[in-house]
Every structure is written in C-alpha cells, then in structure tokens.
C-alpha cells in the first residue's frame, strides 16, 4: 500500500513527483513517457528561465531533475481504470494492479482527429499529429498544416523552411493564433492561407496524394503530407469523477476532484488554459494538496 500513485509524467505529473519526492512521500510514478506532450512542441518562447528552448530539450531538463530523486518509476505502463476502494485506491495498468490511499492523475491530452475519409488509411503514411516527430519526413514535399491556432502556426513555421509548400487550412475566417506569428508567416512566399475551409477528404495510394478541401475552388489539392493541428481531447476516461460537458476532470483551486483523496492537475483537468508552466503550476499544487491530505490522516 503505497501512499499516493502519480498516473502521467507530463509536466504537470513530474512537478507532483519532485514535490512528493521532496517531502519524502512513498509514491509511484505511472507513465508511458517522461515529458508528456511536452516532447511534442517544437519551440518553446514562454517558458520563463528560457527565452527558446525545444519541447525535447525542455523534456530532457524535466527528466533530469526528476532523476536527482530516488523515486518508484514505472514507464510504458498505461493506466487504464482508477477505483476507489474502501479506504484506498486501486490503479489498474498493464503491469498489474496497484494500491495507494491517494491518487494524482495528470495524464493530459491527446489529438483530436479530423474523422473525415482516408484519416485513418493513411495515419503515418502521410498524416502525423506530430510535426515535431515527423516534419522532417516533408522535406521539399507540399503539406497541409490543419488549424490555425498557435500550434499550427507553429508548426507552418516548421514546415515553411523544410517545405517546398505550405498549405494553412483553417475553418474559421481568420487564423486564431498569435499576431506575431501570422506577421513572421507573412515573410514567406511558399505560403498559402485557406481560411474558412475544411479538409473533406484525404486520398493517395501508398501515401498521400492529395486533399479535398470545401471552401476553395480547386476543390483537390495535391499534398504529400497532412499536419493535424486541431486541438485535443482530455485522457479522463481512467477516472469516475465529475467532468465538465468537454469531458475535462473538474478540480478546485486545490486541484481536488468530486472524489475525496483523488487529485487531477494538468491539461486533463478544466484549469483555464493548457500551458506547460500552467501544468507545472498545477502538478505542485496536486502534490502539496495529496501531501496533506495523507498527513490528515483521512
């Protein structure tokens, strides 16, 4: 019987270990990774202490202060059900099944898809949902960047000086990022923007080969690769407590949820805005709360 499991490594679940670790704490660390989605982003400019650092560079820092602790680590192990028992918690996993008086879960996001025909036929063959992983692979290829947000600006960021070129593909009339993003894009000819638009359809033979997107009168553009960059869903399902209509685990400021001795911090929870350092944030407070909460006695 442990006395808190912690279900994710992403920032918000190593900011609860180094904290527990800390207060010297017996507690476990559940994870299919150490950095979360953090691995996933490609530059990082509001992060304070770095002025641009890269989503792995960042990740390694992260796991290299985790390792100056002695601490329980079990990677690529995913979590698949938490129950409350009586008195204690039980965390079912692949690996088995653990016991501990309280449970932090911080087990993120992950992306939402475009659900629309040829998604999943060529998922990795043409299609990523991550550019930082695979935009390489688009070197002097044409690819559609999906969504026109910060992430996919960020990403036709990426893309524009590996690219040979660059489609931006958003739904809404305008692109929804950051002001100085959509000005740095400006400067690049191999750009076109496609706003009020939508991908229809995605077609090829062994990879892609082209898009259908409503809104432009072409109606088929011919890509090799399809960047989706359309937000994400909460990874909630492991928990039975009370979620908000967008399926996010509802906390307080405390980050507690609905269930006594069962805390939720990060991208996974309903906590205004999904940032890194609003995750570490909130990873700190889910470990000061459960501390207490064990020292209580209840």
Not at 162 to 188: A, H, M, P, W
């Amino acid at each position: 019987m442990l006395e808190i499991i912690v279900v994710g490594g992403g920032p918000a679940g190593i900011t609860a270990c180094i904290y527990l670790a800390r207060k010297k704490m017996d507690f476990l660390l559940l994870t299919l990774d150490v950095g979360g989605q953090t691995l996933m982003s490609a530059g990082i400019e509001n992060y304070v202490g770095h002025q641009y650092i890269t989503g792995p560079e960042l990740a390694a820092k992260f796991a290299a202060h985790l390792k100056e602790f002695t601490i329980g680590l079990k990677e690529n192990e995913e979590v698949r059900r938490v129950e409350r028992g009586d008195g204690f918690f039980k965390v079912y996993s692949a690996g088995g099944e653990y016991r501990a008086k309280s449970v932090i879960v911080c087990t993120g996001r992950k992306p939402r898809k475009l659900s629309v025909p040829g998604e999943e036929e060529f998922y990795n063959r043409g299609i990523t949902y991550c550019a930082t992983c695979d935009g390489p692979v688009f070197a002097g290829k044409r690819v559609a960047v999906v969504g026109g947000g910060n992430s996919g600006l960020e990403v036709a960021l990426q893309m524009v000086r590996i690219s040979s070129r660059v489609y931006i593909v958003e739904r809404n009339r305008q692109l929804t990022g950051d002001g100085i993003l959509i000005d740095r894009l400006k400067g690049f000819p191999n750009v076109e923007i496609l706003t009020g638009s939508s991908i229809t359809g995605i077609r090829g033979d062994k990879f892609v080969k082209e898009i259908s997107v409503s809104g432009d009168t072409r109606g088929n553009i011919p890509v090799e690769g399809v960047l989706v960059e359309i937000g994400s869903v909460p990874n909630s399902h492991i928990a039975e407590v009370e979620k908000n209509g967008s399926g996010e685990i509802i906390v307080d400021c405390g980050t507690r949820t609905s269930v006594p001795g069962l805390f939720a911090s990060g991208d996974v929870t309903n906590v205004f805005k999904k940032q890194i350092i609003i995750a570490c944030g909130e990873g700190a407070k889910s470990a000061i709360a459960a501390s207490e909460y064990i020292n209580s006695g209840k």
